[in-house]
């Protein structure tokens, strides 16, 4: 029997091809804006299982659409997705866990850099032909060696910042997690803090937790008024885990001393967002995971998520268990 699939972007032929070469029918969303909530709803009665890029799925759309076999994320975080509801209607769901911890921890790696140097501003006035003239104490940044860098939530990511803040700058690591991690810890000799400790002793605190009711808005004034003048905040997780009103008086109220951030909130941020102002601030639009060979397995593995659904079988990288109970 012919499998149809809905595919919510253009995605990688590596991953198409797989699809294809197992026979299935793949329509995929083409347009330069994303799908509205009842055009995703009329898409997936009509196809057997979805592979979603950054898509909202709401109670609405999975009540609507209990013909589908599987739903693949094309991501790791999942809080797009109502997970409670796709479990009463059947839904399994998966995730791309892994494949992309290593790209991720990159961007990670070079948002503390270049907002360490402030790297981003100095690009902006060159542009503005500003390069100006060598001035000994103008524009200074901090330098990374031998600092402390504090990780919330040593998950893949998470690790994968530390090894590289490690091997390149000699740091030490330090974490909160909701867990201990006792493998991690004894791998990169990092040592469990508790999140007040956390903020006291980060020279870089880098974000690497899934966005949760228990990880929204966590870094806000309190927080930022517990870290060092000299930190620089990362965030690569989400943008919700941050207040961004908060993080933005604490850069100009000196209470830190900068932040890179891959992920904002709202998502696009505005053009006049008064981060992109600030001589300490790097932001990027979402891209951590935007490499050609990252995106390959991205999308080969939500790929082989949606194949093993469409054979019956569970999803290797299921995200709600209890759906099968
Ligand atoms: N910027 C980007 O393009 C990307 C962003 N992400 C984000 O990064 C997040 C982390 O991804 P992974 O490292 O692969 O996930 P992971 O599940 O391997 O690690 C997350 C860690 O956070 C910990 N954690 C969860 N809730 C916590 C809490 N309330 N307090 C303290 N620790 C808590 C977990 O125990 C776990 O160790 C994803 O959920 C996603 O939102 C992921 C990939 C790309
Ligand atoms: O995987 C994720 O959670 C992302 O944010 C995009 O890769």
């Known amino acids: 029997m012919i499998m149809k699939v809905f595919i919510t972007r253009v995605i990688p032929e590596a991953g198409r091809r797989l699809l294809l070469d197992a026979g299935m029918t793949l329509t995929e969303w083409k347009e ?4 509205t909530a009842e055009e995703l709803i009329e898409q997936c009665k009509e196809h057997d299982a979805l592979l979603s890029a950054s898509t909202t799925i709401n109670a609405e759309m999975l009540e609507a659409c209990t013909n589908l076999k599987a739903i693949a994320l094309m991501s790791v975080g999942f809080d797009n ?15 791309t866990p892994g494949v992309l911890s290593g790209a991720t921890a990159d961007t990670a790696f070079l948002l503390m850099l270049a907002t360490s140097r402030k790297a981003f501003y100095q690009h902006k006035k060159i542009a503005k032909g500003e ?20 990780v919330f939530g040593l998950g893949n990511i998470g690790i994968e910042m530390a090894r590289k803040c490690m091997g390149a700058y000699g740091m030490k690591v330090i974490y909160h997690n909701r867990n201990r991690n006792w ?30 009711p228990e990880t ?30 908060d993080l933005i008086n604490a850069l100009k109220d000196g209470l830190i001393w900068g932040a890179g951030l ?19 601030v790097c932001v990027l639009p979402h891209i951590g995971s935007a490499t ?18 469409l054979a019956g079988k569970e999803l290797p990288n299921i995200i709600n268990p209890e759906v099968y109970s």
């Not at 330069?32 to 799908?35: A, D, H, P």
């Not at 390069?131 to 860098?149: K, R, S, V």
């Not at 810890?185 to 605190?205: G, M, P, R, T």
């Not at 053009?271 to 300490?280: H, S, T, V």
């Open 81 to 95: 997705v109502d997970l409670d509801a796709a479990t009463k209607a059947g839904i399994p769901v998966s995730n």
């Open 292 to 309: 050609v060979q990252t995106r390959d397995a991205m999308a080969q593995l939500a790929a082989k998520n949606i194949l093993a659904g």
């Open 183 to 212: 493998e991690a810890e004894q791998k990169l000799n990092a040592h469990y803090v508790s999140f007040e400790e956390l903020l006291a002793q980060s020279d870089v605190l880098s974000v690497h937790t899934a966005l949760t």
């Open 32 to 35: 330069k804006r994303s799908l």
């Open 262 to 280: 891959d992920v904002t909130n709202p998502e696009p941020m505005d053009a006049n967002n008064e981060l992109l102002d600030l001589p300490n």
């Open 131 to 150: 390069w100006g003239f060598f001035e000994p104490t103008a524009d200074l940044g901090i330098e990374l060696n031998g600092a402390t860098l504090g």
């Open 216 to 245: 929204k808005g966590k870094f806000d004034r309190a927080a930022f008024q517990q870290m060092k003048d000299t930190a620089i905040f990362v965030n690569t997780a989400r943008g919700g885990i941050h207040n961004e009103p």
